[in-house]
């Protein structure tokens, strides 16, 4: 088993109460739920007992000490974590639209997790094997966006295996729309790549899709696992694409979805090992994207982020 590490933002999730309420007929609150996607990434690996680690920056502010609690109560190693009194933590309000769609409301920037730099980094953080997992949100302001891609840089160097999801949130970017460069830039570092339909169509810009998936399976991807919400799962490699239909469950808040699938997918990677040829094995791949899938269909089922995401016994108990 080698550890994952995870690098990005931890915020909090302020949850609308009208998350599980269509009508909208009662009052609007929010609750505060620890999130932030790599920082969830972290969590779900840590939950399926892997060995997790996360690397970012918190606010010296209460949420910042909520944030580190709840990554420390889930068994996350902070050993990487830096806290400052120049930025305050970010917060997400998270609601949803006259259409029932999930709107974020980010107060961010500034924030704390902008402000990690390269000699933030623990002494021999790549010395051994790992997964080191990132998200395009580090990437919205330069310099973050210059740290996140010498990080990935440095730990494939390194020998360790790089991760990526995509996760696309265009209103973190001036602009109000992500960088497509910057994003393909971290994609093409990276050896497993996760992205929904809706970011695959976003980020080729109107390039064939097969000839845009091409690109980044010949600039050294590995494997590309392609996401529609509950719909039909993805994976493509050099010469193979493998599809898993996730199982069918009632979404009470989708927030954590993504990241769950993720987690459970480099969970089932770290367990099997990063040796040349787990991309080319079929069986470890199939088992692979049905842990991701029930953990992606857990964690839609409950609000929040680390409070959704699942342990073994939760997916034992899903799978009935």
């Not at 007992?49 to 010296?60: D, V």
Request: hydrophobic share 45%; net charge negative.
């Amino acid at each position: 088993m080698i550890p994952v590490i995870a690098f990005g933002e931890a915020l909090v999730d302020m949850l609308s109460s009208r998350l599980g309420d269509q009508t909208g007929s009662a009052p609007e609150t929010f609750t505060p739920y620890a999130g932030g996607a790599p920082a969830n990434v972290a969590v779900a690996c840590a939950r399926l007992g892997i060995p997790s680690r996360f690397l970012g920056m918190l606010g010296a502010d209460h949420f910042g000490d909520f944030l580190a609690a709840e990554l420390a109560a889930h068994g996350v190693d902070l050993s990487g974590v830096v806290r400052t009194d120049e930025a305050r933590t970010a917060l997400a309000f998270v609601s949803r639209d006259a259409h029932g769609e999930r709107t974020f409301d980010f107060y961010r920037p500034p924030a704390a997790d902008l402000l990690y730099r390269l000699e933030h980094l623990p002494a021999g953080v790549f010395a051994e094997p790992a997964i080191v997992h990132f998200c395009s949100n580090s990437l919205t302001e330069p310099e973050i966006a210059d740290t996140t891609l010498a990080m990935a840089e440095m730990a494939g160097r390194a020998g360790c295996l790089v991760s990526v999801d995509a996760n696309l949130r265009h209103n973190l970017w001036g602009g109000g729309s992500a960088d497509i460069s910057l994003v393909t830039q971290l994609i093409d570092h990276a050896a497993l790549v996760k992205l929904s339909t809706d970011e695959l169509h976003y980020l080729r810009a109107g390039h064939p899709a097969d000839a845009w998936l091409a690109e980044r399976l010949a600039s050294g991807v590995k494997l590309l696992v392609i996401t529609d919400g509950p719909g039909e799962v993805r994976a493509l490699g050099v010469g193979k694409e493998l599809r898993h239909m996730p199982p069918r469950v009632e979404a009470v808040d989708t927030t954590a979805g993504g990241d769950a699938f993720i987690g459970g997918l480099l969970a089932e990677l770290a367990e099997y090992g990063i040796e040349e040829n787990w991309h080319q094995d079929d069986a470890f791949l199939q088992r692979a994207l049905s842990t991701a899938a029930n953990c992606g269909a857990h964690a839609v089922t409950r609000p929040g982020a680390y409070a959704a995401l699942p342990s073994h016994g939760d997916l034992a108990r899903l799978r009935g």
